[in-house]
């Protein structure tokens, strides 16, 4: 299996960027140069060694633990934290751009990152004003801890996120949890877990709440393998989850509110850059093939040239795409009406969708550039394992889920005709 | 204008709970209204009232209790008016 990537280019990565630089006029210089200072360490660095294992990590299903080792090392699990409790603040921007960076070369490493930071972002945007929170944040940044997400269950909840069976059962000070059915991605590899749940035993399915449950504070049962066509790194596996920890560690905000106001926007613009960081490294792939052409038959244009710029079109759009969601989300941030209107669902939901079928059109339409190099697993141009792994983006939370719940809002919504707005 | 507003929350506001044991402030959503239910409430309440929810009025908080879908719906009223 090739070991090519965005590495091998490092000079010419600004082709394969969600944000060429200048788009951070906003911030100060100091904060300017240390973005580009991150970034370049998760180029040089970090994708080298997501890379190297990447091919490993699909054939074993197993958690990228060396690009994790990586990351922790640079710092990069807790960028998001505010710089009053010790972080770096980082911009979704960033944030995505390093999902992209690091999906180009591993699409499990990529999608773990993205997972983790959607959590931080819970956190982040929810818990400032809460003491213990803030003390976990300041832990975050200082041992660079992985966040895992249990919010599925079983009981015929599955995926509905905003609905729960188990509640809150608070004894005093304390509280147990127990969660059957739940898939948690990498939740043996997590140091912590955001687990969501009634407000108690006895409120409705969708009266929700998000506590922080660290690993001293619970048992993982292990119901089911994650063994999948592709994302196989996420060990997404199934467990039932068992815990018990103090009330204050459960996030002051409804659940409700998490979700739509910062849930939404951070998974599916950092669920988006992580594909396009797969169809940017498909790209690349078509593109050395078609230079590869180009230079055997000098003097003809390749047949693949077409197509490549066909592709270039279409992963200009993907790009525009994830640009101006995250325009819309930096512009809705901070007004919580805005951010739970049904037109900001409408057009983040239609990112999730639109985002997870350019990825998958992208790959499959390298794949005729490539021809059999590109079918084949031990081709420099393989693209086996990207097409494999972009294919869960229809499913992760299913393009036909997010329809079914847009169309029920259709009844009322009336679209913005405006090019500006 | 509340009775109205009870009427049409019995009726399609999908609730797994009486309405006439929650108070006018007391919170929806934590009584379980669903996005759902709300989209289908929204309906019910433009029919009832013969008004339209602008889109910027299509959120979370203006259906958080009675008193906050009345308050919403004398804004469109006075919107409407003007």
Redesign the interface.
């Known amino acids: 299996m090739s070991k090519r990537s965005t590495v091998g280019r490092l000079a010419e990565t600004d082709a394969l960027t969600l944000f060429p630089e200048g788009m951070a006029k906003g911030n100060s210089k100091a904060a300017r140069h240390a973005e580009r200072v991150l970034l370049q360490t998760v180029r040089s660095e970090i994708c080298k060694v997501a890379a190297a294992h990447a091919a490993h990590v699909d054939e074993d299903a197993r958690f990228p633990v060396e690009a994790f080792a990586a990351l922790k090392k640079a710092g990069l699990l807790g960028i998001m934290v505010p710089s009053e409790l010790g972080g770096m603040e980082a911009p979704i921007r960033v944030i995505a751009e390093i999902c992209s960076l690091l999906a180009q070369n591993c699409s499990s490493t990529g999608m773990c990152y993205a997972m983790h930071q959607i959590k931080a972002s819970s956190l982040v945007m929810h818990a400032m004003d809460d003491e213990w929170h803030r003390g976990f944040m300041r832990r975050m940044v200082a041992e660079q801890l992985l966040l895992g997400s249990a919010t599925t269950e079983g009981g015929g909840v599955g995926g509905d996120l905003r609905t729960s069976n188990c509640g809150i059962d608070a004894q005093g000070s304390v509280f147990a949890l127990r969660k059957e059915g739940c898939l948690i991605s990498y939740g043996i590899q997590a140091d912590a877990i955001l687990i969501t749940a009634r407000r108690t035993p006895e409120s409705p399915p969708s009266d929700q709440v998000m506590a922080v449950m660290t690993r001293d504070q619970y048992t993982l049962e292990l119901t089911q393998v994650w063994n999948t066509l592709g994302m196989r790194g996420t060990c997404s596996n199934n467990f039932t989850f068992e815990g018990a920890a103090p009330v204050e560690q459960v996030i002051p905000a409804s659940f409700a509110d998490i979700a739509a106001q910062s849930m939404l926007a951070y998974a599916h613009i950092l669920w988006a850059a992580t594909w396009y960081g797969i169809a940017a490294n498909a790209v690349y792939r078509a593109e050395t093939f078609v230079h590869a052409e180009a230079r055997r038959r000098p003097g003809t244009v390749p047949p693949g040239a077409m197509r490549l710029a066909e592709l270039l079109n279409s992963l200009q759009q993907f790009r525009a795409l994830i640009l101006a969601s995250i325009d819309r989300y930096e512009r809705a941030k901070g007004d919580p009406d805005e951010l739970s209107s049904i037109s900001f669902v409408v057009a983040l939901n239609g990112t999730k969708v639109s985002a997870s079928e350019a990825a998958c059109d992208i790959i499959q339409h390298a794949f005729l550039i490539c021809g059999i190099h590109g079918y084949r697993n031990d081709s420099p141009h393989s693209l086996g394992r990207h097409l494999r792994d972009a294919m869960s983006s229809r499913i992760m939370i299913n393009n036909d889920r997010i329809l079914g719940n847009v169309s029920n809002l259709l009844s009322v919504y009336k679209h913005n005709p405006s090019l500006a707005a | 204008m509340k009775s109205k507003i009870r009427e049409v929350l019995s009726k399609h506001g999908r609730l ?2 009486d309405i006439a044991t929650l108070s006018d402030s007391d919170d929806l ?8 239910a709300s ?1 289908e409430l ?2 019910a309440l ?1 029919e009832a009232f013969d008004i339209e ?1 602008p ?2 009025m ?4 203006h259906f958080s209790s009675v008193t906050a879908i009345e308050n919403a719906l004398m804004k469109i009223r006075q919107d409407m008016a003007a």
Do not use: D, I, K
């Open positions: 797994p709970v959503h934590a009584a379980g209204l669903t996005s759902f989209v929204m309906m433009e929810y889109n910027q299509m959120n979370r908080r």
